[in-house]
Nanobody
Framework: QVQLVESGGGLVQAGGSLRLSCAAS????????MGWFRQVPGKEREFVAC????????VYTDSVKGRFAISRDNAKNTGYLQMNSLKPEDTAVYYC?????????????????WGQGTQVTVSS
């Protein structure tokens, strides 16, 4: 099992920045990729970004390209999501997830472990 704990959410004005962290513990050697997702009440959870745990290849959803940056620190078993130029439409609960089934150089695919979520609110 892998346990994930997010931190770094909060309230920020439009145009501001936040950095989310996701600390992994447990069987971290099984992690192949880490992803960030977000969900607004009444809507489905949406993919935001992911990173290959080894190698660091990344994928972003179009709406955050150029504004968000995903990274990881393998030594600390921690992933990060740097969010810049935030917009009100970025308001959501953000979840990090860890996957153990991604193959090759991709970080896409199903994710097996999920954090509890952290609220990000962007005011206009």
């Amino acid at each position: 099992q892998v346990q994930l704990v997010e931190s770094g959410g909060g309230l920020v004005q439009a145009g501001g920045s936040l950095r989310l962290s996701c600390a992994a513990s447990g069987r971290t050697f099984s992690i192949r990729a880490m992803g960030w997702f977000r969900q607004v009440p009444g809507k489905e959870r949406e993919f935001v970004a992911c990173i290959r745990w080894s190698g660091g290849s990344t994928v972003y959803t179009d709406s955050v390209k150029g504004r968000f940056a995903i990274s990881r620190d393998n030594a600390k078993n921690t992933g990060y999501l740097q969010m810049n130029s935030l917009k009100p439409e970025d308001t959501a609960v953000y979840y990090c997830a860890a996957g153990k089934s991604q193959y090759g150089s991709s970080c896409l695919g199903s994710y097996d472990y999920w954090g509890q979520g952290t609220q990000v609110t962007v005011s206009s």
